[in-house]
Every structure is written in structure tokens, then in C-alpha cells.
């Protein structure tokens, strides 16, 4: 045995372990505002306490987790933690184009269900979405929002042949597993003329979705039904979009199959998946860790959940996705752009 390569691979291990133990304390200060309090400048355990109310021997250890971790800053002679200006961007602000400790409120719901998917892995059976815990669905809306915010009506829809001109006259849309309804929201909010439906299988987060509108003040142009992706209403529409949510289903053939009958002919279907290579060999990085891990815990067992045969997982890439549109009678497939963490496709009858 190579005792410098088992020494090497205790040391990966290690910093796993610390990096999946600093999880937790990651949720702590987005549920506590501990962040968004020492952004305001730097602090000792003590004065973060007094921001916070909260208690000062939690908040130290706290702050020692965190600089070992290198999520915040340490000035030993000071006595201070501070977060500089890039840790600050990513940690503080829920509606930015970043905000990480969404995928950690994930992460941790997800683990919850281990007892399941360890027995999930022996029989072979699934657990279904509504079935993890409520940490997985406001984490997702937590971790994907942003991106939707600074990509959707920036970058994604123009990208999109002929697309933002319908949206902008008047369109007819069908958002498909719209979960809590931010990209719902975030489509009538840009697009006042047109008229969104959102659907989900999910009944509670359909509820939250139509709270969420009401909030935004968008109730007007938008409308939420519970209903799966083979089921969802409406005719003759514009466009159709599915987020992050494609590779969950356990007929997604059947889904592409319902979307192509409900598009108008010169309709389009606006497909958002993890960005994904089409080979396991493409996957191996940090990217593709995180995606197989969630994958794991929730989007295959999701799929063994439900009939239709398939379990894509989040890594399905996309020659995958190509192949479910080919077989469902698109005619028309391409990648239309792409960010770190998403590909965006554009299909069409």
C-alpha cells in the first residue's frame, strides 16, 4: 500500500467530512441572519450576538466554524470576523444572482431521508417528491430562485427563437412543475401582457405558488392547478416551460408527449435542466458531485416513484433529452444558452 495516497485520500475525507459538518452551521445563519449582520461590518462573537439576539457562546463557536471553513474572515490581532465583499454576495442576499446557503437548506433536507433511500436501494422502490421533507422544497426555491432572477428574462428567454416578442404582445404560457412559482411569478412580473398557469403535482406547493403571486401582485395574469406533467391544462399555447424538472419524472416521454399536443404549432417548449455532459466521464466535477449526490437522494428515487418506466436522474445530459423530444415528435431541438449550474433547450414541434 501507498502510504503517501492513503494519506492523501484520509486527508479528501477529512475535508468531506468538515465540508458536510459545516452544512448545518451554513442553515444556522441563513435561518438566523447571521450573515446579513456581519456584512454590516466586522464583530466580535459578542457584538454579532447583540445584532442577532442570539446567544454569544453559540455565536463564537459559530464564527470559529465558519472561519475554518473559510466562509467568513478572522483578524486575530482584532479579535474580529468580517465577510469580505465576494463572501457577502454570496451569503447575505436571498434575491441575488447568488445566494448558496439555499443548496446547503437543501442538501440537509434531502439527507432526512436516508433511512428510505437506504431501503429504497434493497427493494428497488422510490420516494416521491411530496414525500421528503418540507427543508427540500424551500431549499430548491432558495438555491434556484436566483438564478432564475438573473437569467430568465435577461438571458434565457431572448435566446429563445421569436419567443419574447409573443411574451411582450400577449402570450399564452403553461409553466410545468412550477413548484413554489418563482419562475411563475418572475414570467408575469416581466411579461404583464401575457398570462402564465403554473402546475404542479405537488398540492402544497401549488398552495404556496398562488400565495407567492398574490404577494407579487400578479395574481391577475396568473393561475396554479394541481396536476402532473402528462395531465396539465391548456391549448394552443405559446410556450411552455419546465425548470429544473424534466429529469425528475417518471414519464417524462409521456410529459413531452402531453407538451407537444398542447403548443400551438409555432409554439415552443423552453426546457431548464442541470447542466449535465452526455458521458460520466464529462460529470466528474465539483458540479456534477453535487447534482449525482442530489440525484441520489432525490430526482431517481422521484422516478421510480412514478410509472413510466424512467429515472434520467439529474445527470441525464443531452443526448438524453434530445432523444425523449425525438420520441415524442419534436422536430426541432437545440441548446439555446447555458450557465455554471443550467442548459436551457429549445424545442419545438
Not at 494519506?7 to 442553515?27: P, W
Not at 466528474?284 to 434520467?312: D, K
Amino acid at each position: 500500500m501507498d502510504q503517501d495516497k492513503l494519506m492523501a485520500f484520509v486527508g479528501k475525507m477529512v475535508t468531506d467530512l468538515g465540508a458536510a459538518s459545516a452544512a448545518g452551521g451554513v442553515v444556522i445563519g441563513h435561518r438566523l441572519g447571521l450573515y446579513r449582520a456581519l456584512a454590516q461590518g466586522p464583530a466580535t462573537p459578542e457584538e454579532l450576538a447583540r445584532r442577532t439576539e442570539t446567544t454569544t457562546r453559540y455565536v463564537a463557536e459559530w464564527l470559529a466554524a465558519q472561519a475554518a471553513s473559510g466562509y467568513v474572515g478572522y483578524d486575530a490581532e482584532a479579535g474580529t470576523f468580517a465577510l469580505d465583499e465576494e463572501q457577502a454576495f454570496a451569503l447575505t442576499d436571498p434575491d441575488g444572482p447568488i445566494y448558496l446557503p439555499g443548496a446547503f437548506v437543501l442538501a440537509l433536507g434531502a439527507l432526512r431521508a436516508e433511512p428510505r433511500i437506504t431501503e429504497a436501494f434493497r427493494t428497488g422502490g422510490g420516494v416521491g417528491w411530496h414525500e421528503q421533507d418540507p427543508d427540500v422544497f424551500d431549499g430548491c426555491e432558495i438555491f434556484f430562485r436566483p438564478g432564475y432572477v438573473a437569467n430568465l428574462t435577461a438571458s434565457w428567454i431572448p435566446a429563445l427563437t421569436g419567443v419574447e416578442e409573443k411574451l411582450r404582445s400577449g402570450a399564452h404560457v403553461a409553466d410545468v412543475g412550477c413548484g413554489h412559482g418563482s419562475s411563475t411569478v418572475l414570467l408575469a412580473q416581466a411579461y404583464p401582457a401575457s398570462t402564465i398557469s403554473g402546475s404542479d403535482y405537488h398540492d402544497e406547493s401549488v398552495q404556496i405558488a398562488r400565495k407567492r403571486a398574490a404577494e407579487a401582485g400578479v395574481a391577475d395574469r396568473t393561475s396554479f392547478e394541481v396536476a402532473s406533467a402528462t395531465s396539465f391544462s391548456g391549448r394552443d399555447l405559446d410556450l411552455v416551460t419546465s425548470f429544473d424538472c424534466l429529469h425528475d419524472m417518471g414519464d417524462p416521454l409521456g410529459a413531452a408527449r402531453h407538451v407537444r399536443e398542447s403548443l400551438a404549432p409555432d409554439g415552443t417548449w423552453m426546457v431548464v435542466e442541470p447542466r449535465a455532459g452526455d458521458t460520466l466521464a464529462e460529470n466528474l466535477n465539483p458540479v456534477g458531485r453535487l447534482y449525482y449526490a442530489l440525484s441520489t437522494f432525490l430526482c431517481v428515487p422521484n422516478g421510480r416513484s412514478q410509472p413510466g418506466g424512467y429515472s434520467l436522474g439529474a445527470q441525464a445530459g443531452p443526448a438524453a433529452i434530445r432523444q425523449i423530444a425525438t420520441d415524442a415528435g419534436f422536430t426541432r431541438f437545440r441548446q439555446a444558452t447555458e450557465t455554471p449550474f443550467n442548459l436551457v433547450y429549445e424545442l419545438r414541434p
